[in-house]
């Protein structure tokens, strides 16, 4: 069983569209990151959220965290060729260990 | 600044063979982490250090799995005997060992192990 349910799993839309992808749990985390991966490299941080509620804004990328720390999600306006790549969200659990949903994989076409 | 160096890059065996998997992680880093990615499973933890002593090592699948971290600048990760099911990319982080909620990992860029 998946600790962290990513949505959707692949996604394809045009250059200048909107999108948000989402990370459900039913656990909660002290805090919740999101990570981008190309491919044939490791994944990068983006952004870590920590206060239930809390958002934070990345140029064109809006990261939200769940009242509750239970859940994210990450909207991308007016989306790039260049934000094509791999989304993975991550909760910590303790004091280091990382949780990683299955990711979404994201393809922005010109 | 050097990130974190894994090698191979690229690793193809035949089942049986041992393989073992190299990484140094940023210096000054104390805390490393051996992840497994498979397109079924996604990215998983296997095993972590904390000063080069193995704090949680749940994750590894099982006993033909071993890590070691003889110090603070390499580390290990082993397979004997492997199977075609060992096959995934295999990825080393790094990480000063968490004080804040913040804190980040570095991730190397993998090692791809085919197991025919």
């Known amino acids: 069983t998946q600790l962290l349910e990513q949505s959707p799993q692949f996604l394809s839309i045009q250059e200048g569209e909107n999108l948000t992808v989402y990370c459900n749990s039913s656990s909660v985390f002290s805090s919740l990151q999101w990570y981008r991966q190309e491919p044939g490299e490791g994944p990068v941080l983006l952004v870590t959220?920590?206060?239930?509620?809390e958002v934070k804004k990345l140029k064109r990328l809006t990261f939200q965290f769940g009242d509750a720390r239970k859940d994210s999600s990450l909207h991308i306006t007016a989306a790039q060729p260049g934000d094509t790549g791999l989304y993975l969200c991550?909760?910590?659990?303790?004091?280091?260990?990382?949780?990683f949903g299955q990711g979404t994989r994201l393809t922005i076409n010109p | 600044d050097a990130g974190v160096i894994q090698s191979p890059r690229h690793e193809v065996t035949e089942m049986g063979q041992e393989v073992t998997l190299r990484c140094k992680p940023i210096?000054?880093?104390?805390?490393l982490f051996w992840y497994r990615q498979t397109m079924m499973r996604g990215l998983e933890l296997l095993i972590y250090?904390?000063?080069?002593?193995?704090?949680?090592d749940s994750g590894m699948p099982e006993d033909r799995f071993s890590a070691k971290m003889p110090n603070a600048s390499f580390s290990t990760l082993k397979i004997q005997p492997s199977e075609p099911r060992d096959s995934a990319v295999y990825f080393c982080?790094?990480?000063?060992?968490?004080?804040?909620?913040?804190?980040?990992?570095?991730f190397g860029p993998g090692t791809r192990l085919t197991v025919t």
């Open positions: 982080a790094s990480s000063l060992k968490a004080g804040t909620a913040a804190y980040e990992q570095y």
């Open positions: 210096s000054g880093h104390n805390s």
């Open positions: 959220v920590v206060t239930g509620g």
């Open positions: 991550a909760g910590r659990q303790g004091a280091q260990k990382l949780v």
């Open positions: 250090f904390n000063n080069n002593v193995p704090i949680d």
